[in-house]
Nanobody, 123 residues
Framework: QVQLVESGGGLVQAGGSLRLSCAAS????????MGWFRQAPGKEREFVAG????????SYADSVKGRFTISRDNAKNTVYLQMSSLKPEDTAIYYC????????????????WGQGTQVTVSS
């Protein structure tokens, strides 16, 4: 089993930055595809960014492209999401997910999830 714990969320003004972290335990996720999703109140959980096990390929939702950067440190079993130029519409609970090598934005591909971290962007 894989346990994922997100951290780094908080309240930030529009235009500001935050860096989210997702620490994995229980099993190394070195060979896992990792992703970040978010869910705003009353909305479905949506894909934000994904990264392959090697870090060689990344993918982003159009709404965050150019503002967010996903990265990973396999030695630390940790994935990051650097968020810049934040907008009020980025307000959501951000979830980290892991899957055993599938690639794509569908949340159904992910077997493991963290509990989420709240990001609130004020205008």
């Amino acid at each position: 089993q894989v346990q994922l714990v997100e951290s780094g969320g908080g309240l930030v003004q529009a235009g500001g930055s935050l860096r989210l972290s997702c620490a994995a335990s229980g099993r190394t996720v070195t060979r896992y595809t990792m992703g970040w999703f978010r869910q705003a109140p009353g909305k479905e959980r949506e894909f934000v960014a994904g990264i392959t096990w090697s870090g060689g390929d990344t993918s982003y939702a159009d709404s965050v492209k150019g503002r967010f950067t996903i990265s990973r440190d396999n030695a630390k079993n940790t994935v990051y999401l650097q968020m810049s130029s934040l907008k009020p519409e980025d307000t959501a609970i951000y979830y980290c997910g892991a899957n055993t090598g599938f690639w794509g934005p569908a949340k159904q591909l992910y077997q493991y999830w963290g509990q989420g971290t709240q990001v609130t962007v004020s205008s």
